[in-house]
């Protein structure tokens, strides 16, 4: 009996810190927070012990909401000071964990109404009573997981403090509300079955609405930054393309000149061939300039070809621009500068020469204009969304410029694919040849 009470007591810490346990799945941890978990284990289990619910009487169930929101606040601090998260994501997910322990509660409150647990305090031995809470609250947990935490974690926490406050407020509101009249009306099984079917499906609510909320959050940061990270592309290759016109008239001016010169020093030999190739080799630079008639897609190309060789990477290229007439210049920089850059970064890792190749076609089949990129890579490949994930430790900060493409290639009714195979990475971009007629006529 002993045993059986002071189970009940600490079941709420206990079933609350497991339920923001499934939050905390995947995310970075802070220097010793075992041990800080222990910590704040131990003071949820004291607290619980210390105000037991035998002592509440005349102030339940009041008194019982006050005793679960201080150790709800004791294990969002917990959260804080183990994981590397803001007091904002920290709150999130204890309100998060407060939600599906909540559920997992009405459930087996509800099982108890309809019959189908006979189970009570002071009625089954305390191992029958245990078992119950422990299949009940494992099914409803899983299912949690899968339904909705699995959903919100995968995006950054991006909501703002006065958001959280009042989703976690609307939540806490509702429970309470739910919970004290379920208790008002604890002598009709009926209506507290009523309540607690309520109760989870307000839960259901909540935390459909929590993942909603940091998908759209998420979405919209993601645009801004793209929406940034393009402006910022669009100038850099603007400013290049001042650099490159400039370059390219002087070098070619150097290059007749060169050769003017070679012509008339071949006797005396006044600079040995050897300085004169070198100064040739340094001007040939002007070769790598691309032609393709589309002056945005030049300029990308020119940058590239540049950096390909500087690296020893083979890049080859087939460009019918003909066909681009209908891509904005912005979106011409987006789409081929971001591209290039994922491509050379994968094969500059690469210690085999004969790999380090990068090839771009841009052809129209029939009514589509196809961009197509290949290149090797290394490791695996991990998508996500269709998309692969970033290799890089912040990946709040990296991973748009597939993003970027995407949302470039959707503005023109088109769709971006990427496979890989025998470490082989393809990207392709289909737009409609009939873009330019759409966009006109928006």
């Known amino acids: 009996m002993e045993l059986l009470k002071l189970c009940v007591n600490l079941e709420f810490a206990v079933e609350l810190m497991a339920a923001e346990a499934l939050f905390l799945q995947g995310s970075p941890k802070k220097e010793h927070y075992r041990l800080k978990g222990a910590g704040t284990a131990a003071l949820c289990i004291l607290l619980s012990y210390a105000v037991r619910y035998e002592m509440l009487g005349a102030f339940y169930p009041w008194g019982n909401m006050l005793r679960c929101v201080m150790i709800l606040l004791l294990t969002i601090g917990g959260i804080f000071i183990c994981c590397q998260c803001s007091s904002v994501q920290a709150m999130l997910w204890g309100i998060g964990g407060y939600t599906v322990q909540n559920m997992a509660y009405a459930v087996h409150e509800t099982l108890k109404a309809l019959g189908v647990i006979r189970v009570g305090a002071g009625s089954q031995p305390a191992a029958v009573y245990l078992l119950s809470l422990l299949i009940v609250y494992g099914a409803v947990y899983w299912a949690a997981y899968r339904l909705f935490v699995k959903r919100i974690i995968q995006f950054e926490c991006a909501v703002s403090q006065r958001e959280v406050v009042l ?72 400013r290049l393309n001042d650099t490159i016109s400039a370059a390219n008239l002087r070098f070619h001016d150097l290059k007749h000149q060169l050769a003017q010169y070679r012509v008339r020093t071949s006797g005396s030999l006044q600079i040995p061939h050897e300085e004169l190739r070198e100064l040739e080799d340094s001007i040939n630079i002007y070769d790598a300039v691309a032609r393709t008639g589309n002056e945005a897609l030049d300029i990308v190309l020119t940058d590239k070809s540049l950096i390909c060789q500087k690296e020893n990477i083979r890049f080859t290229y087939m460009a019918d621009s003909g066909k ?75 991973g748009y410029g597939l993003k970027s493409m995407r949302l470039t290639a959707e503005k023109y009714g088109g769709a971006l694919v990427v496979s890989a195979n025998d470490h082989i990475f393809d990207l392709n971009i289909v737009l409609p040849a009939y873009a330019e007629q759409q966009l006109t006529n928006e």
């Open 167 to 238: 989703l976690s407020a609307g939540i806490l509101l509702i429970v309470v509300v739910l919970s004290s009249f379920g208790y008002s009306y604890s002598h009709d099984s009926i209506m507290t079955m009523v309540f607690r079917l309520l109760s989870i499906l307000s839960c259901m609510m909540g935390l459909s609405v929590m993942a909603e909320l940091l998908k759209s959050k998420s979405l919209e940061r993601d645009l801004i930054l793209v929406r940034k990270q393009a402006e910022l592309r669009a100038d850099y290759y603007e």
């Open 324 to 398: 681009m007439s209908f891509l904005e210049t912005r979106d011409v920089y987006s789409i081929f500068g971001n591209a290039l850059d994922n491509a050379i970064e994968a094969v500059r890792r690469l210690g085999d020469p004969e790999q380090r190749v990068i090839n771009l076609t841009v052809v129209c089949h029939g009514p589509f204009l196809d961009i197509h990129v290949y290149n090797y890579f290394e490791g695996e490949l991990s998508l996500d969304g269709g998309l692969p994930q970033t290799s890089k430790p912040d990946r709040a900060s990296h």
